[in-house]
């Protein structure tokens, strides 16, 4: 019985995960490292969103509009993983460019003024973002065994 309740509880989160029917999942609470990578992983997908939003204004490639809306989508990704996992929200009510975590904040202005400087500084402190984003994704991967926050 226990096996079959499993079972059921592990197909409906990953349906649910993958965009399928909405079944009312039971999930494990978040670990409290759980807890602090997502709400990390949250505004760190803000600072590249909100960069690649300023610097799309800036210079108007469209590259920095594609990347910001794909940094709109793993920014709205996580925000579903707070709200299941209950968690509060760091960039709720935040304007661009404001930032909870002081670390994130300190480096969005510096990485905006470095890209306000040239195109050629925006397009490094771009690629600069997403060699961090992947490297804390990776970090952030190893500290769960949770499918949803894995994906």
Known sequence: MFRRAFLTVTLAAAASAQGGPNFPT??????AEEAKQL????EEEKLARDLYRRFFGKYNIAIFDRISK???AHYEAIGNLLTRYNLPDPAAN???G???NPELQSLFQQLAAKGDASLKDALEAGALVERTDIAD???SIKATIKADIKR
């Not at 039971?26 to 670990?31: E, I, N």
């Not at 709400?39 to 949250?42: G, I, K, L, N, V």
């Open 26 to 31: 039971a999930v494990a609470p978040a670990t």
């Open 98 to 100: 404001v930032f909870t």
């Open 70 to 72: 794909s940094e709109q």
């Open 137 to 139: 994704l990776e970090t």
């Open 94 to 96: 935040q304007p661009e």
């Open 39 to 42: 709400t990390f992983m949250r």
